[in-house]
């Protein structure tokens, strides 16, 4: 058969299946980021649906229009009629990131500092405009050299630092909104962890993830028309419909400079992005389907642009499961209906709509079978000998979780806060300041960490000093252990009082280990033959 002349089929049944899956994907994600803007951090809503989802879709309609483009082509370049579109969507640990970490504190932030909710919540929009033109255009460079960052940092520092995020980011607190509706929450994600994790049968032939969602919804509204739900439950007011043009505006260079104090974690979340396109292209590879890996990095980058430029604030990736969308009979179509799906639905509203009718606590557990599911990818993905330094990234998390939690002016009044923060006793530093100096950084505090330890295992005592090395320096200027409570950047010599004194400790400490490793390392290395 001549190549040239192959017309593949744009739809085939199997498309209506990977529609659903992508379409429930992408709404699981868009409906939490609304529960934790607008239920944790009293975000108002008008601004989530009308100004922040429109974009958000927009970059989900131009990524599936890109992969669907690419996907005609190698169909009609191979001859073939069985090549599988590439799946985009929200990404599911930063979009839930930049709701948790960024947006939400710094609408919190901004109204202690004085603005009124209406202007707080605009600097926070254009915030997260700035932040996804900022990834998108570290995706846009990096995306020519993602093979040389994934030779330069190994797969288990990687991993091992987004691992760390799901296991305590999107397992814990979704766990916590899901276990709020206890009996709808729990069944949900029992039915999540039958279909996804066990492989259980169905007895009807739709999605497993629709199925668990109609159920949980179901019950939720069941329960509480009969007066047997939790406590407050209330059915949602009708939404009218709103058409809402995402055009391009220049609101984000208002929130460029506030994205500073968040570079710490906009970077890793850019940098994350290409890595998981480098491993999904190879996973596309792997099922048949030959895609230019440039081709993805390129079209990831893009439509996360254009999302920021039209007023978005999660960015888009490429999903891992284009392999099971093919087992899925899914073809060429099922990326184009839902990328259409999306995209018109965040502009005419339905989306912002189906959302707010989607109850928390059925969205929550597709949440954390996510962070599940990349914590034991975490380990499954990286040689069996560099389980520690995988689980040793797990850690700082756990620093920031509680950071989270404890620094929550809802709970501890801010002054309480800093008199804890700077409360100094006989033993050393004090706790929540060491807790919370941790916590800033975490994703590349993780990833050096681990970097060092992989070094280490692997008898290369001086990359892993270099590397500690490395820590110190982003130590320096708070990239990694920011003295500053809100995980702010700064210059050294800046930074006064309790602040100072805790990062020269810091900065002492990874340059005093670099110093032992490094003089470790001149030693005669050690024959191995004794260990059997």
């Known amino acids: 058969m001549n190549s040239t002349s192959f017309r593949p089929r744009w739809f085939v049944p199997g498309d209506l299946n990977g529609f659903f899956g992508l379409v429930v994907d992408n709404l699981s994600i868009l409906g939490f980021i609304a529960a934790a803007l607008i239920g944790i951090f009293q975000f ?3 601004v989530v649906f009308t100004r922040m989802f429109p974009g958000t879709a927009l970059g989900v309609l131009v990524g599936n229009l890109i992969y669907t483009w690419m996907a005609h082509r190698l169909a009609q370049r191979t001859g073939r009629d069985d090549v599988t579109a590439m799946p985009l969507g929200l990404d599911a640990p930063t979009s839930i990131g930049m709701a948790l970490l960024v947006l939400g504190p710094s609408f919190i932030g901004f109204k202690q500092a004085g603005l009124d ?62 276990l709020r509706s206890p009996v709808v929450g729990f069944v949900t994600f029992g039915l999540l962890l039958y279909v ?48 809402t043009l995402p055009l391009p505006t ?12 968040y570079l710490p974690l906009l970077l890793p979340f850019g940098l994350l992005m290409v890595v998981g396109g480098i491993n999904v292209s190879e996973s ?47 073809r060429l179509g099922y990326t184009l209906l839902a990328g ?27 949440i954390v079978y996510v962070g599940l599911d990349i914590t034991v990818q975490a380990f ?3 040689p069996r000998k560099y389980a520690p330094a995988v ?85 320096l200027f708070g990239f990694i252990h920011s003295v500053d409570p809100r995980g702010g950047i700064y210059l050294p010599w800046h930074v006064v009082g309790l602040g100072k004194a805790i990062l020269w400790q810091f900065v002492g400490a990874y340059v005093a280990l670099a110093v032992l490793l490094g003089l470790l390392g001149l030693q005669k290395p050690q024959v191995q033959a004794e260990s059997r």
């Open 391 to 475: 689980a040793l990234a797990f850690l700082p998390s756990i620093a920031y979780l509680l950071v989270i939690k404890v620094g929550n002016p809802a709970w501890i009044a801010p002054e309480n806060f800093a008199a804890l923060y700077n409360g100094v006793d006989s033993h050393g530093l004090p706790d929540l300041a060491t807790i919370v100096t941790l916590g800033n950084g975490f994703i590349i505090t993780a990833m050096i960490w681990s970097t060092a330890l992989v070094a280490m295992i692997d008898q290369r005592f001086g990359r892993a000093a270099l590397v500690l090395l490395l820590g110190a320096g982003l130590t």
């Open 117 to 178: 909710e209406s202007a707080a919540a605009l600097a926070t929009w254009q915030l997260g405009m700035a932040s996804l033109v900022v990834m998108g255009t570290l995706k846009l460079v990096l995306s020519f050299f993602g093979d040389a960052i994934t030779r330069a940092v190994p797969r288990a520092a990687l991993l091992g630092s987004i691992g760390g995020a799901a296991l305590t980011l999107l397992g814990f607190l979704p766990l916590i909104e899901t």
């Open 196 to 243: 996804l994790v066990a492989k259980g049968k169905l007895p009807v032939r739709i999605p497993g993830v629709l199925l668990a969602f109609i159920v949980g919804t179901t019950l939720y509204y069941g329960l509480g028309l009969a007066g047997l739900g939790t406590p407050g439950f209330k059915v949602p007011e009708a939404t009218a419909l709103a058409f």
């Open 340 to 366: 259409l799906f999306i995209g018109l639905g965040g502009i005419f509203g339905y989306v912002s709509g189906l959302v707010q009718w989607l109850p928390v606590a059925v969205l929550a557990p597709i």
């Open 250 to 261: 220049l609101g984000f260079i208002n929130g460029l400079r506030d994205t500073v104090p």
């Open 380 to 382: 499954h993905e990286s």
């Open 44 to 46: 108002p809503a008008d």
């Open 284 to 330: 596309a590879r792997a099922a048949g389907d030959d895609y230019r890996t440039r081709d993805v990095l390129l079209a990831e980058a893009i439509s996360t642009l254009v999302a920021g430029f039209c007023g978005g604030v999660a960015q888009t990736t490429p999903y891992i499961g284009q392999p099971a969308y093919k087992h899925m009979g899914a």
